[in-house]
Structures are given as C-alpha cells and as structure tokens.
Antibody, heavy 121, light 108 residues
Framework: EVQLVESGGLVVQPGGSLRLSCAAS????????MHWVRQAPGKGLEWVSL????????HYADSVKGRFTISRDNSKDSLYLQMNSLRPEDSALYYC??????????????WGQGTLVTVSS | YVLTQPPSVSVAPGKTARITCGGN??????VHWYQQKPGQAPVVVIC???DRPSGIPERFSGSNSGNTATLTISRVEAGDEADYYC????????????FGGGTKLTVL
C-alpha cells in the first residue's frame, strides 16, 4: 500500500524558515517524480514544486521561486521542502504527492494527508 | 496559463452533473481531474482527459476539446458531493502544473 506521510509543519514567524519532510513507502521511491502542493484554509489547490526521480530536474511555482528548495534522498525514501523567507501567504496545508511518472508531467496518483504551516507573528 | 472553473454546480440525485474547465487551447493538453471531500486529500478521478483510474466508478467520465474540458458525473449520488479541480501541465516558458480554482458540487 502506498503511503506518504508529511511532517514538519509548525507555527513560524514571518521571515522564518521551515523544513518539511515526506516519508514514502509501498512503492519504489526512486522510480517516480514527486511534488509538493499546498492549500490555504478554505482555498483551492496550488502546485508548489516538483522534483524528478533522480533529483536532476526541479521546478517551482513563481510564488515560491527563490525562497523554497525541493530535494529528495532516495536512500531514505524521503522528500523535502526547505522553506525560507516565509510570508503569511505561505500559510497552508502542504501535501506531498507522487507523480505517475519519472519526470513530473504525469498526474498525481497518490497524496499524503498534509502538514500544516502557519506563518504568523 | 489560467484554468477557469465555475465556483459551484448543483444537481439533484440521479441526474447528470457537468463541471467545465476553460483554458486557452486546453484541447491540446492532457487534463486531469481531482475530487476532494472535506478534510481529505484529493483523489484523481479522471486522468489524460478521459481515463478512469482503477476504483473510480464508470459514472465519472471526461472530455476535452477546443477551449473547454468537461468532467461529467452521471447518476449523481450524495457521496459525490465534493470539490473538483482540473489540472494541466503548462509546458510554456514558465512551465509547471496549473490547477483550476475548483468547483463545489452540491447534491440537492
């Protein structure tokens, strides 16, 4: 059974940093691209970032470019999102999602349950 | 690239619901649809315009042509009440994934 378990969500002050993690199991992690998607309270889905199967290719939404960094450790079946210079508008539930392919342009076939990030003073 | 969905659609049980997703030449892109129930993570219900993943009822179908993609839910049930999002890969200069704003389906 595929499982994606996010962690690391906290309340953090504006300008602060946070690192989210996603532990994957139930599939061959290094065979698939991975994504982060966020959802502000009561709002829609916003794609944040993707990383290819080997970490060689990454893409970011314009809203986080230059502030967030996606990475993965295939030896630990784990995905990460380093979030710097956080803003109140970054407050959201952050989902880890598995791509159906290796490059990240397939659909998202499995999602975690999310970890909540709140940016507030 | 912008995807436009109606904020809400209402339908009586047993009837057919159609949720649209508008985008410039969206018919040239692969469209995926997700269902999200309150407090739950999204689930893909249609991929690559018309494909139904394993476990998704045949009542769910999709189409995509011109500037509009459509998710159709036949014989709507109370359990179909949820938010639905369309999604495409934008392969332009600022390539990345784009979600529509979402449509709240209400079963009357």
């Amino acid at each position: 059974e595929v499982q994606l378990v996010e962690s690391g969500g906290l309340v953090v002050q504006p300008g602060g940093s946070l690192r989210l993690s996603c532990a994957a199991s139930g599939f061959t992690f290094d065979d698939y691209a991975m994504h982060w998607v966020r959802q502000a309270p009561g709002k829609g889905l916003e794609w944040v970032s993707l990383i290819s199967w080997d970490g060689g290719s990454t893409h970011y939404a314009d809203s986080v470019k230059g502030r967030f960094t996606i990475s993965r450790d295939n030896s630990k079946d784990s995905l990460y999102l380093q979030m710097n210079s956080l803003r109140p508008e970054d407050s959201a539930l952050y989902y880890c999602a598995k791509d159906m392919g290796i490059t990240g342009d397939g659909h998202f076939d499995y999602w975690g349950q999310g970890t909540l990030v709140t940016v507030s003073s | 690239y912008v995807l436009t969905q109606p904020p809400s659609v209402s339908v009586a049980p047993g009837k057919t619901a159609r949720i649209t997703c508008g985008g410039n030449n969206i018919g040239t892109k692969n469209v995926h649809w997700y269902q999200q129930k309150p407090g739950q993570a999204p689930v893909v219900v249609i991929c690559f315009d018309t494909d139904r993943p394993s476990g998704i009822p045949e009542r769910f179908s999709g189409s995509n042509s011109g500037n509009t993609a459509t998710l159709t839910i036949s014989r709507v049930e109370a359990g179909d009440e949820a938010d639905y999002y369309c999604q495409v890969w934008n392969s332009g200069i600022d390539h990345g994934w784009v979600f529509g704003g979402g449509t709240k389906l209400t079963v009357l």
